[in-house]
């Protein structure tokens, strides 16, 4: 196979004005038959949806980061949204929000590398306010997040006075701070009716908290959000993939449109859809979700065909092998919360963590 060669000292220039200085130096590592011995066991693991090619390119970067987070005591928390190099080569602990929102409240290494969004690498700061949290690209924001302020939240308790306000997880600490609990789209109906009232704000995405007010008798008041990925997705374009293939069984995410979840045979947040997957074994699949956790799955079930229109998320796919490394070595970019702001934003996130344990 060819030999790549990655230049650390080549990369170690191009850094961006005012980032850290240089960490530990490290030999440039490259795809040698010995290094692919070793990394043998790790391509197993994904070899249904990656190159051998590819693999050249990713193996010496996986190594290093294994290295790396032995040298730092860092574990990475990998959302199901990242790529399959990612998800299951460097990832310690892996999952949906709710499943990363534990794992951060229970991990004891020193350095947390959030491999996934802004929201959920603030999520991890504020059940670990003395460990080091880093994200590998500042600019991985989330269009929900983006949709909504404290300022609004506290609007919204005016205009809806005594109505309690969950928040999803998918928001700044700042609007985790004005609300009374947190919910993820696994636990949203259950946070809901864990408050024993008859009306409640669910905030900020339209189509999750349709679909709550689907599942429950309690009133839901919803906000404008909406997430850019599964709102792109349309029935047309799904009922076209099963009149292909009868057979084909269509699983959704709740952020989608409610006509999207209409016409699925089931609906639930990434762990749900990937549990459906392992648990029924359907002939053929489609994940209406972000496009790279159907290789992820895939990756295990390799039975399974998956049909996909490729949404991709383009905040979570900014996370790659080169940044997760840099993040390492550089120990950037750390994740601060305001102190005034974690202690209720943490409160909120911790309700919900209780609740659900
Ligand atoms: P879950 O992993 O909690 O289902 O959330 C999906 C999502 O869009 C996260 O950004
Ligand atoms: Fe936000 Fe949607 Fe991307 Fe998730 S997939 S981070 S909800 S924009």
């Not at 130096?25 to 040698?32: D, G």
């Not at 996986?62 to 928390?77: M, T, Y």
């Not at 919204?156 to 701070?177: C, F, H, M, W």
Request: with cysteine; aromatic share 6%.
């Amino acid at each position: 196979m060819a030999t790549v060669h990655i230049n650390h000292a080549a990369r170690a220039t191009e850094r961006r004005p005012g980032s850290p200085p240089a960490g530990p130096q490290r030999p440039a590592l490259e795809f040698t038959p010995a290094l692919a011995r070793e990394m043998e066991p790790l391509y197993q693991r994904v070899k249904h949806v990656v190159t051998p090619m590819e693999w050249v390119q990713y193996a010496p970067l996986v190594k290093e980061i294994n290295e790396l987070k032995a040298q730092r005591n860092a574990v990475i928390l990998a959302h199901n949204y990242m790529t399959p190099e990612i998800f299951h080569c460097v990832g310690d602990f892996r999952g949906d929000s709710l499943q990363l929102a534990r794992e951060a409240a229970r991990v004891e290494a020193d350095v947390i590398v959030q491999a996934g969004v802004h929201f959920m690498a603030e999520t991890s700061k504020l059940m670990n306010p003395d460990k080091t949290v880093l994200i590998p690209d500042l600019e991985a924001g989330c269009s929900l997040a983006s949709s909504i302020t404290g300022a609004d939240v506290r609007m919204l308790r005016e205009a809806y006075p005594g109505v309690p306000i969950v928040t999803y997880v998918n928001t700044s600490a700042d609007v985790k701070a004005e609300s009374d609990i947190c919910c993820t789209s696994s636990n949203a109906v259950k946070v809901v009716e864990s408050l024993g009232v008859p009306r409640v704000l669910l905030i900020p995405d339209e189509f999750l908290a349709k679909w709550v007010a689907t599942q429950t008798k309690v009133e839901i008041i919803a906000w404008k959000g909406h997430c850019e990925v599964h709102e792109r997705f349309t029935p047309e374009e799904l009922l076209a993939f099963r009149a292909a293939d009868p057979g084909t069984k269509i699983i959704a995410h709740p952020e989608c449109p409610p006509e999207v979840i209409e016409v699925a045979d089931f609906t639930g947040s990434t762990a749900a859809m990937i549990d459906w997957v392992k648990g029924k074994r359907p002939r053929k699949v489609l994940l209406v979700t972000e496009c790279s956790m159907s290789s992820n799955v895939a990756a295990e079930v390799p039975d399974v065909e998956f049909v996909r229109p490729c949404n991709l998320c383009p905040h979570m796919k900014r996370i790659s092998l080169e940044k997760i490394r840099d993040s390492l070595l550089y120990l950037q970019h750390e994740v601060t919360v305001d102190p005034m702001i974690a202690e209720r934003a943490r409160r909120a996130v911790e309700r919900m963590v209780n609740l659900t344990n």
